[in-house]
């Protein structure tokens, strides 16, 4: 055991009744410093949970494997743990606590003999802001331990502040047998806890991000008033330095890291926009004195999916990922480089596949099925700092003030290009009627309709209906409440062809949410909300005919007519606690649509 360098009891009991529990060889207590980082890589390197690449053109940079069954969040064996069955509601799996911590304890049991634990005290936001909250990080992996310090603020500054007697969110992980059988990832809200167990994959074992930031974050947030939210946060700044900045939620697959760091089109640089990247993927937001609401990113690195980010797709991604990055699950290259499909450049003509197997292109499985060089979900951890486009606010113990929160959804018909909501509580329908039509590369029939309320419905760490009621009220605590609207870059032709080109045009899109914002546009009156007028959406440069942007901006109440019975079905899930307001904005719209049929 290294020299412990904190006074804070509770924290030192804590790490002395789990080792009883996981009797690991050693402790080790994670200082932040960059001495031992090199450390645990150079040990990380010896026992081959991480490989070297090549240091001249990717300086920092080491490539890991997970376990072949290991490879994504596991959503079926993900529990929330609270006294009540009811409070967890229909949106998670549900395990008494009892129960839970039995079953994981059992696991736990010495499972980290021969090993060593880490101790990684860490702050989710910004040392020190009203904002953050810390975490402390118990784990037997290495590879959790590197991926912590690029993903969180870890170290001595995370104790001192903890030494002011602050709580912070107990996390154990113990990688164990790595058996999906013994596998289990354990959020008890009441108890500020996290359990995993079994798994070495990020999602499932970096306890800071989903784990804390989302589903426990969203229950604590719910008590204190302020909320954590599956958003990106970017900021806009125009020509004379005035920055706006927006909050948006979208499902898997909808452009989300695009859309944060985005590069203006050529038809816009003109006008000089710069944009600022906050955050790519989670926002804890605050109502401040001035009755706005203000955002902070609470991570300090993006892990992001590697297959498909190219210099078309995300540019400042590819820029961001060419130094101090873990990149877990791709092709390694025979010069040491990491691939993935859809990256730029030639294929290369040989490698190793991301199961550590020999791999040519056009190679094909048993079934006559491509085998891929890169799984689907391998990915990469990186620090934001590394992004060109990162904001010179991130540690601002403040955060960013939020004008706009946007929702969208892949729609091939329904939603239009954007719309505004009519107010905050048509907006928090709006979010929490959000949905997906599932593409290819989803399992389910292609085209079907997954409902996820702002982006949250594998995240929000209690029960939904619990959650909408606290939007509703969020929106009564700001007298400057943003205003909200859904985006749709998705919708399609007759042909199946995309209408809209999206990635850096989006910019289009987002320059006419904020003339909203600044009551700069009028805007037309529609059943869903408000749609721009085609001549207020800036489209020089952008061959793009004027039929085309037509249906873009087109409502068929028809379409919206079928859409309500999708949306009944769902909120009818969540029974009498759905609050009443949710459904008089559902009969307001079917009001609205009868009389526009």
Known sequence: ????????????????????????????????????????????????????????KLPGCFLHRTAIDDVARTEHLTFICTKKKHDAGPNNNWMSPSSAYKKAGNIFKGAMSGRTMYVIPFSMGPVGSEFSKIGVE????????????IMTRVGNAVLKELDKGKDFTKCLHSKAELDIN???????????????VGSGYGGNVLLGKKCLSLRIASFIARREHWMAEHMLIMGIEETNGHIEYIAAAFPSACGKTNLAMLV?????????????????????????????????????????????????????????????????????????????????????GEGIDWQGRPWKPGMRDEKGKPVLGAHPNSRFTVPIKNCPS??????????????????????????????????????????????????????????????????????????????????????????KAPKIFHVNWF??????????????????????????????????????????????????????????????????????????KGIKRFFTEFKKDLPIELWDEYENLSKRIKSNG
């Open 138 to 149: 118990l784990t037997d992996s290495r590879y959790v331990v590197l991926n912590m310090l």
């Open 491 to 564: 919708k399609t032709d007759e042909r199946g062809e995309f209408l809209w080109p999206g990635f850096t045009e989006n910019l289009r899109v987002l320059e006419w949410i904020l003339d909203r914002c600044n009551n700069k546009v009028d805007a037309f009156k529609t059943p869903i909300g408000y749609v721009p007028y085609p001549q207020d959406l800036d489209m020089t440069g952008l061959n793009l005919p004027r039929q085309a942007l037509e249906k873009l901006l087109e409502v068929k109440p028809d379409e919206w007519a079928e859409e309500l």
């Open 264 to 348: 203006p089109p050529e038809g816009l640089k003109v006008k000089g926009y710069r944009i600022w990247t906050v955050g790519d993927d989670i926002a804890w937001m605050r109502v401040d004195s001035d009755g706005a609401l203000w955002a902070v990113n609470p991570e300090s690195g993006f892990f992001g999916v590697a297959p498909g980010t190219n210099s078309k797709s995300n540019p400042m991604m590819v820029e961001t990922i060419k130094k101090d990055v873990i990149f877990t699950n791709v092709l390694l290259t025979p010069d040491k480089r990491a691939w993935w499909e859809g990256a730029d450049g030639e294929i290369p």
């Open 390 to 479: 990162a904001s010179f606010r991130l540690e601002q113990h403040h955060g960013v003030p939020i004008s706009a929160i946007v929702f969208g959804g892949r729609r091939a018909h329904l939603a239009p290009l954007v719309y505004e909501a009519f107010n905050w509580q048509h907006g928090v329908f709006v979010g929490a009627t959000m949905a997906s039509e599932r593409t290819a590369a989803q399992v389910g029939e292609l085209g079907e309709v997954r409902r996820d309320p702002m982006a949250m419905l594998p995240f929000c760490g209690y029960n939904m209906a619990y959650y909408f009621r606290h939007w509703l009220n969020m929106g009564k605590r700001m007298p």
């Open 182 to 196: 013994k596998r289990l990832i354990l959020h008890f809200p009441e108890d500020n806890t996290i359990w995993s």
């Open 1 to 56: 055991m290294n020299k412990i360098i904190t006074h804070n009891k509770k924290l030192k009991d804590w790490v002395e009744k789990m080792a009883r529990i996981c009797k690991p060889d050693n402790i080790l207590w994670i200082d932040g410093t960059n001495e031992q980082r090199f450390l645990l890589e150079k040990e990380a390197e010896d026992t081959g949970e991480l490989i070297q690449l090549d240091q001249q």
